[in-house]
């Protein structure tokens, strides 16, 4: 997002853009609600928009709905192709792993370095050892049926589904009359993903519709960290002027994602448009930039992370999809400003108000906990 913003208002700009693997963006598919990105920053993410939609549903064991909102989702292959459009072929630099970086410089796998006037480190989060909380983890597939599927709009939570391991619901997106993701999502304490079992409960969810599988089209998984409670200091020290100390970060890498629902591609284009609006784009400055905008981001996201307390660690793991069910209840307007992150005092008072639909004690006692720690799990996008 970063380099597809500076590619249009910083033109004069060399870029360099290393990844690991041999296609940008790799094997994934990033969904979001329209009311998530300011009209002005559309533009960004317009042309890798695969599917659109004028709304779309939830289905709890006690309550389902439709909501208006428009949804969006985006393809991997639609972001690898825009960058390819609008980057010249020296600016890419794939199959490539960045080892190492600084504010000026990067190392790369095999020792070769790379020297630049300022580097931003957007490689995931290599673990989160200063962090608390849970979990949300993934595995979907794009299938090709037989018949029709039926639907005309996503199902982005169907929590009708057997609770297993934590709060579990099954998302859809119906691409075409036959062509349809199904995701398998658990809100959990443990970070271990189980493609096969999983891929086997995306098939059976289909049979249960009615659905026959003629060809898995593709794959997407991961897991994401749900954030209770952490220390920002530690978890990013504040950077030092000169070369030797940390580049900027974006991404998850900076903690710029939605505590309790994991999204990051919101942030991801504010982060973009207010990286194009700075003065000094060297490495000093850039890292100062980016550390002052996730400490905010961070700040502005207690609410969220005492949800997801209440979330983990009030009453037991099966029940969870009540919060969400009690949430699905309320106001449009309110559903959206909370999932783009932008929940006014309003709004929480209106989300916590009445009786929560947890015990209460539990309640209580999650508030001053925080959940498991974060530990290392590879790289998280």
Not at 5 to 11: G, S, T
Not at 42 to 50: K, S
Not at 138 to 143: H, R
Not at 183 to 197: G, I, M, Q, V
Request: glycine residues 10%.
């Amino acid at each position: 997002m970063i380099a597809l913003a500076l590619a249009r208002h910083r033109p004069d700009l060399r870029l360099l853009l290393i990844e690991r693997g041999e296609r940008l963006g790799g094997e994934h598919v990033w969904s979001f609600f329209a009311s998530d990105v300011a009209p002005e920053h559309a533009w960004l993410v317009e042309p890798l928009i695969a599917a659109r939609w004028d709304g779309y549903e939830v289905r709890f064991p006690g309550h389902s709905r439709v909501l208006d909102t428009p949804y969006r989702s985006i393809l991997s292959e639609n972001l690898n192709a825009e960058l390819r459009r609008v980057l010249p072929a020296e600016s890419l630099l794939t199959g490539t792993e960045a080892v190492d970086a600084g504010q000026t410089q990067v190392t790369l796998a095999g020792g070769r370095s790379l020297q630049a006037g300022g580097v931003i480190d957007a490689r995931g989060g290599a673990g989160m050892p200063h962090m608390t909380g849970g979990w949300q983890r993934f595995f979907g597939q794009i299938l090709r049926l037989e018949q029709p599927h039926g639907l005309t709009r996503p199902v982005v939570m169907d929590a009708r589904v057997e609770q297993l391991e934590g709060y579990r619901f099954v998302y859809c997106l119906p691409f075409s009359e036959t062509e349809i993701f199904i995701e398998d999502t658990y809100y959990t304490d443990d970070p271990a993903l189980d493609a096969p079992c999983l891929a086997a409960r995306v098939r059976d969810y289909a049979a249960q519709q009615g659905w026959t599988v003629a060809e898995v089209l593709r794959e997407d998984r991961g897991v994401l960290p749900v954030i209770g409670a952490g220390d920002f200091a530690k978890f990013w020290p504040p950077p030092s002027l000169g070369a030797a100390s940390g580049p900027a970060r974006a991404g998850v890498r900076a903690g710029l994602m939605h505590p309790l629902t994991s999204y990051s591609l919101p942030d991801a284009v504010r982060l973009a448009m207010e990286i194009c609006r700075l003065p000094n784009l060297s490495g000093a400055a850039l890292a100062s930039a980016s550390y002052a905008w996730a400490g905010a981001h961070w700040r502005r996201g207690s609410f969220y992370r005492m949800l997801t307390r209440m979330l983990f660690g009030a009453g037991q793991p099966q029940y969870r999809f009540r919060m969400l069910e009690r949430f699905y209840r309320l106001p449009p307007p309110l559903i959206e400003r909370f999932y783009a992150g932008r929940s006014t005092r309003a709004d929480m008072v209106r989300i916590v108000a009445g009786r929560p639909p947890v015990p209460v004690m539990g309640a209580i006692a999650s508030l001053a906990g925080g959940g498991r720690p974060l530990a290392s799990l590879g790289s998280m996008s």
